[in-house]
């Protein structure tokens, strides 16, 4: 990576900035600084403190991102080729450039309330600016778009700076001034405004422009620049960490601003695709951003050249970024449709809504998967084929291995299951990896863990019964009945008898009951509420078949056995994670296992 370094005058780099020669990558987020931050970078110019060094891309490289101005420039300049892109120090030159060189107000929000919009100008209190007992905050003037402050309810008028004679006589000169030749006739009107003291207001006039105008005049910032001999890769490294102190540029921002070069408007295009995904059927898409689809996109990719020429299957952020026009157009609509598959998939699983999906990041393999597949193999048809993807699936969740960074994992997956698919011996390593320990379940409490979530889409797979109604529990039912996560003993019921909660809070002592259900069983014992289920319907065997179907036995429940009821259930819930993940459940008969649930699991 080739760069230079030296210090620039804050006034040219301003002016670069007013004539579109310095912009910004379309995809840098708005400005967003409040007024009190403003106040504090003001002080800092006007004191002759440094402010940090800024960062700027040559462009006219390798990597060629769509332009757009600063706000508040003349949009007449929008056409204009920028010389550099600004790639860290967005927020203080957009700062710089309104307060010292706008022409209206300035747009920005209260420290304390940012989603609410005001308008200012800046001005600088000149004879508390060369006051030295003075603090420079306080002659630091922020004023509404009106320019007049007020008090008691508006009764009262503390400020007025509404025409040019006000300003002279409250001695407050506009910031936006201070770099143009305005200035020096504002000074020279001000001394003559005050002409009864005309000596006095020459020598204010002569001082303020030695100790405040000469010095922020001569105001410099030292820059960085990236030549535009720079790689694609170098650059995505340098965003990610300049911005590591400020609000963090997704890939998915990058690469929108790398394909409008192109001629690709990414986020239209993604809300195209995304319109798609929120039809009611696919709500288990509802968590996949445009991120997520471009990384897809990318794993895609990499396993088909991975094929062809031999090399290494990637999809890091270095290499999304790396995403052209030809594979955008070329894969989109395959990679739309492989996502629906994936749903379609996961709904098969047992995972009906994204709020119940374990990973969301496993999405990104699994519609890779789909989408090589539906373009060159077509091995999915095979049902053999769909029970390995699902023992790939349910490895990775009850395994828990999508928990941080899984670029690398997202390779071995898409590699290793056409590997598998090929060779039966050719074990994933995400199923190789994949391990579940029999006491997890007592620690598994929260749907915030992705096996939790899991073991609730197994009971789901399976299509439970309605305790009450003795309904299949499907995806048609599940969101009508407004079908959730539930405990089977009471948790009021449990408090007040005074079991563990360790046990009774956990992931066996929970199934999926609808709304409806859960608020019939109340606060009380199962056997009461087993007796209320059965004076309320006719036949008492299909309530006690629809409680079974929710791998519980009916007569431990009935009879309130809650140690002897976690044990068994346990038992059975891990005898449905080794059908799910074909693997066996390590320490059933553990001391340790023995300890938690008084024996053994086997």
Not at 289 to 301: A, R, V
Not at 421 to 436: E, W
Request: with cysteine; glycine share 4%.
């Amino acid at each position: 990576m080739a760069v230079q370094s030296n210090d620039n005058d804050l006034k040219d780099l301003l002016l670069q900035v007013s004539r579109g020669e310095l912009q910004l990558p379309e995809f840098q987020r708005s400005w967003v600084w409040d007024d009190t931050k403003i106040c504090k970078l003001i002080e800092s110019i006007t004191m002759g403190f440094p402010m940090g060094a800024l960062m700027f891309l040559e462009t006219g490289g390798e990597v060629n991102y769509k332009p757009r101005l600063f706000t508040g420039v003349d949009s007449k300049y929008r056409h204009v080729d920028p010389e550099y892109l600004v790639l860290d120090g967005q927020q203080r030159l957009t700062t710089l450039y309104q307060v010292f060189m706008g022409k209206g107000p300035v747009e920005t929000c209260f420290e304390r309330n940012k989603n609410t919009t005001i308008y200012r100008y800046y001005y600088l209190d000149i004879i508390k600016a060369l006051d030295e007992n003075a603090d420079r905050e306080d002659a630091i003037i922020s004023i509404s778009d009106k320019k007049i402050k007020t008090s008691d309810i508006g009764k009262t008028v503390d400020l007025d700076l509404r025409t040019r004679e006000d300003e002279f006589r409250n001695m407050m000169i506009p910031l936006n001034l201070l770099f143009s030749d305005d200035c020096h006739d504002w000074l020279d009107e001000m001394e003559e405004f005050h002409a009864e003291d005309f000596n006095t207001y020459r020598e204010i006039k002569k001082c303020f422009r030695k100790q405040i105008i000469e010095p922020i005049a001569k105001y410099k910032l030292p820059v960085i620049k990236v030549l535009k001999s720079t790689s694609q890769s170098s650059v995505c490294q340098i965003f990610e960490n300049v911005n590591r102190g400020g609000v963090p540029l997704n890939v998915f921002e990058l690469v929108t601003a790398s394909l409008a070069a192109e001629g690709i408007e990414l986020r239209q295009e993604w809300k195209a695709i995304r319109n798609e995904f929120d039809a009611p059927q696919y709500e288990v898409l509802n968590d996949v951003n445009g991120t997520d689809f471009i990384t897809s996109m990318t794993l895609w990719e990499s396993y088909e050249q991975s094929l062809i020429k031999d090399t290494g299957v990637k999809c890091k952020k270095k290499d999304v970024m790396g995403l052209r026009r030809s594979v955008f157009d070329a894969k989109k609509d395959g990679l739309k449709a492989a996502f629906i598959d994936a749903a379609r998939f996961l709904i098969k699983q047992g995972v009906y809504t994204s709020a119940n999906l374990p990973y969301n990041t496993q999405y990104i393999p699994l519609a890779a998967i789909f989408a090589y597949d539906n373009s060159h193999r077509k091995v999915l048809g095979s049902l053999a084929n769909l029970v390995k993807l699902s023992k790939w699936y349910w490895c990775g969740v009850l395994g828990e291995l999508y928990g941080s960074a899984n670029e690398s994992r997202y390779a071995l997956d898409i590699k290793d299951f056409f590997a598998w698919v090929n060779d039966d011996s050719a074990i994933p390593d995400t199923v190789a990896r994949s391990s579940f320990q029999a006491t997890r379940l007592l620690t598994l409490q929260t749907r915030n863990s992705a096996a939790y979530k899991g073991l609730m889409a197994l009971l789901l797979q399976d299509e439970p019964l309605d305790f009450v109604t003795a309904s299949k529990m499907s995806i048609a039912t599940y969101t009508l009945e407004d079908t959730d996560i539930h405990h089977i003993f009471p948790a009021s019921y449990c408090e007040k008898e005074g079991l563990p909660i360790r046990k009774w809070n956990s992931v066996v002592n929970k199934t999926m009951i609808s709304a409806a259900t859960n608020r019939s069983i109340g606060g009380v014992a199962p056997s009461r509420y087993i007796r209320k289920l059965f004076n309320e319907n006719v036949d008492s065997e299909i309530i006690k078949k629809a409680i079974c179907t929710h791998k519980i036995d009916f007569d431990l429940l009935n009879q309130d056995n809650f140690d002897e009821f976690i044990r068994d259930r346990a038992i059975r819930l891990l005898d449905r994670i080794e059908k799910a993940t074909g693997k066996v459940v390590t320490g059933r008969d553990s001391q340790e296992t023995v300890d938690a649930f008084g024996g053994s699991l086997l």
